[in-house]
């Protein structure tokens, strides 16, 4: 598989954030039950894209101890960890990995706030000590 192929989809994306921000396992119950309500995932799509994510190792699973049928799921990898990976995948495929013309593109048609210029500057300053 190559990269792209081992970083969430969209809708894989939400059941990750749905974790993420419970901050423990769940089954896939537990998960529909606490999907968006603007989602209109079924409980046996949730489980599909359960089984796609276990596939491409974003998460894992262990065997409830009082019932065989039922699965407590779990992120392997953080928020950040992934964002980075698919924002990298981002840059490669539409910027030809130019993070820099990556960087304009999404800064020349917005609007940053004071602090959001201010937090620009500090990443600057990082990398020029790099």
Known sequence: MGREEMLPSESEWLIMETLWSCGHDLTSAEITDRLP????MTQRM???L???LC???????TVDTNDSRVYHYTATKGR???RREKSREFIDSYFEGNRLGAAFA?????KLTNEQIDALEEIVRKAKRK
Request: charged residues 35%; glycine residues 8%.
């Open 106 to 110: 999404f800064l020349e048609d917005g």
């Open 50 to 52: 359960i089984n796609r």
């Open 55 to 61: 596939k491409k190792g974003l998460l894992s699973y």
């Open 80 to 82: 950040d960890e992934l």
């Open 37 to 40: 309500k603007t989602s209109s």
């Open 46 to 48: 949730v489980r599909v």
